[in-house]
């Protein structure tokens, strides 16, 4: 009976024609930068050497501090996790507003870590992103997440620990630009005595988001909502978006497939996984959209797990990436749960017996890399410091909304790529169109693929996860169950190269906060505005001409990229 449900459990979920051939058409003059931000991860532990020296080797694109439900009761001031409030307290639950009783959420490891003072780790982090800034100039991108109990009962305090912990991360060297206020506070397990209720989050939002403002006008900052039916707080993403101007994106949280807030979830469906992308956009579009739909999503946690770190849960991993770059104006930021922790995790965990004789949990060491670290690893080689080129796919589907064969084309330091992935349990001919004409010249095709759906492979930390298939002219055929990056040796795409600084003209410069962008060529393009740091300031399209603004506490230097039909031109802007 095991041996049968097993393999039933591998056949694959979809029919497909047994000839099926893939098309990916490019249209080259269509193009925009790649945001990085959308390779985000959570990581945690930043005090032993052995932790940093993980950290290091990541070099993550962001981290997130602290992360997941411990950031709720997180004590600033003594870098720990503890109770705020009571352990128990009645909310309103429901439409009808039935009283209730509820007791926090692991209560038992809250006071567990309060009372042996274990630290969240702070100081080491400081020091990473101070050993950061000497080496490249500039420090982590941040994720903040703020505790909603901090300030206490008095809505109308100013926010004194909110402020007082800005000011901390500031005196550390740290940027203080992205702030969650509280994590996945719908649930009422992950609230408190202090904000028992709906309205008291809001209260206390409302109050952190302008003391925040107060201290600089350009954080942000984000409220989580539901990206699912709740039973405690059917109304929440309602109620809190009554008033959509305290807030300046979404926080949403999902999880493909094996989900930790929902233990009856089956996570051996492999068709899951594979259309794992169509879960994440109904997550949003289905939601938080509903209720906020012209607010960045920012997706701080989320993975995609079907059985285990295998075959599917790679290929779902590596397709949700390709749906976020199609998607760029919903997906603002987005941090793959967990790298380092045993949630998703990055790298192979192993069991060991403590001095004690317990049985406990750790990273293996030498490190290896799960399927997860390794699609990450080629997801990352793909698309960071990219331009992304238009591109449409004329392949079956599996179901509606999730073609069987998904690709993007992008250009990094000059050469031409397709990042693709074959969800399907067939080598699939591969074609490429650039702008109507079949390409048939020189590329190099290399693949991490897979023989079943439930393959798992861990290999260690500097082995390359991808294998060379071809190299030189001639037809590309994709492994099936594969994740491929195709090196297009000599394609042509219009004015693909980087832009001439001539054809862009950015005047005056210096100036006092006011800036004209003029295209010499008078077509549609892009803009973005970056700190020396690396941070996002502004963005925003436009056609020949821009006038630009800074307020008046913005004097510094900027990194303004123009992305148009010429290609990518970079200038250094200068506000006085």
């Not at 799960?370 to 392949?395: H, P």
Request: glycine share 6%; with cysteine.
């Amino acid at each position: 009976m095991l041996i049968s449900a097993m393999a039933f459990a591998q056949d694959y979920p979809f029919s497909l024609p047994s000839d099926m051939e893939a098309t990916i058409n490019i249209t080259s003059s269509s193009k925009e930068l790649y945001n990085n931000l959308l390779l985000g991860t959570n990581t945690h532990h930043f005090s032993t050497t052995t932790e940093k020296d993980l950290i290091n080797k990541l070099k993550p694109i962001t981290i997130r501090f602290p992360h997941g439900l411990w950031s709720n009761w997180y004590d600033w001031r003594r870098d720990v996790t503890r109770l705020f409030g009571t352990e128990s307290f009645e909310y309103e639950q429901g439409v009808n507003k039935t009283i209730r009783t509820k007791t926090v959420d692991h209560l038992a490891s809250i006071n567990t870590f309060d009372n042996l003072d274990i630290k969240v780790g702070i100081e080491g982090l400081t020091g990473l992103n101070a050993t950061r800034k000497s080496a490249t100039g500039k420090g982590f991108d941040m994720m903040w997440t703020f505790n909603m109990s901090a300030d206490g009962n008095d809505f109308n305090n100013g926010c004194p620990e909110t402020i007082a912990r800005y000011d901390d991360l500031i005196a550390r060297g740290f940027d203080v630009k992205a702030v969650e206020m509280g994590n996945e506070n719908f649930y009422p397990g992950q609230r408190s005595s202090i904000i028992p209720n709906t309205e008291d989050y809001i209260a206390r939002a409302k109050a952190m988001s302008a003391a925040l403002k107060s201290k600089d006008p350009n954080i942000k900052v984000s409220i989580p909502l539901l990206r699912r039916d709740n039973w405690a707080n059917p109304n929440w993403n309602a109620d809190l978006t009554q008033d959509l101007t305290y807030f300046d994106a979404v926080t949403v949280h999902t999880y493909v497939g094996s989900d930790p807030d929902d233990s009856t979830n089956s996570d051996e469906a492999y068709g899951t996984a594979l259309t794992a992308r169509k879960d994440l956009g109904n997550s949003i579009y289905d939601y938080a959209h509903q209720v906020a739909p012209n607010k960045p999503i920012w997706l701080t946690e989320w993975g995609v797990k079907s059985g285990g770190p295998n075959a599917v849960s790679a290929l779902g991993m590596a397709d949700c990436y390709i749906f976020m770059s199609e998607n760029q104006d919903v997906f603002e930021r987005a941090n793959w749960f967990s790298v380092n922790g045993k949630l998703n995790s990055h790298y192979v965990w192993e069991t060991y017996i403590s001095p004690s004789g317990v049985e406990r949990p750790r990273i293996k060491y030498p490190l290896e890399k799960t399927l997860f670290g390794s699609a990450y690893e080629i997801i990352r080689l793909a698309f960071e410091n990219t331009t992304l080129i238009e591109s449409d796919m004329q392949v079956p589907s599996l179901v509606n909304g999730v073609k069987a064969v998904n690709a993007r084309v992008v250009v990094k330091e000059g050469k031409t790529s397709v990042f693709v992935v074959n969800l399907s349990n067939q080598d699939v001919p591969f074609n490429i169109n650039i702008d109507g004409v079949a390409y048939t010249d020189a590329a190099v095709h290399k693949t991490m693929s897979f023989t079943s759906m439930v393959e798992e492979r861990a290999i260690g930390i500097d082995v390359d996860p991808l294998t060379l298939v071809s190299q030189g002219s001639g037809s590309i055929t994709l492994p099936k169950f594969s994740i491929n990056i195709i090196e297009l040796t000599n394609a042509s795409l219009s004015n693909s190269e980087i832009a001439k600084q001539a054809e862009v003209s950015i005047y005056p410069n210096p100036s006092y906060g006011t800036f004209n962008i003029k295209l010499n060529h008078g077509e549609a393009a892009q803009y973005r505005i970056y700190s020396m740091n690396g941070v996002e300031i502004q963005n925003g399209k436009f056609v020949s001409s821009k006038e630009i603004h800074f307020d008046n506490n913005q004097a510094g230097i900027y990194i303004l990229q123009v992305v148009g039909s010429q290609g990518i031109s970079t200038h250094k802007i200068v506000v006085q």
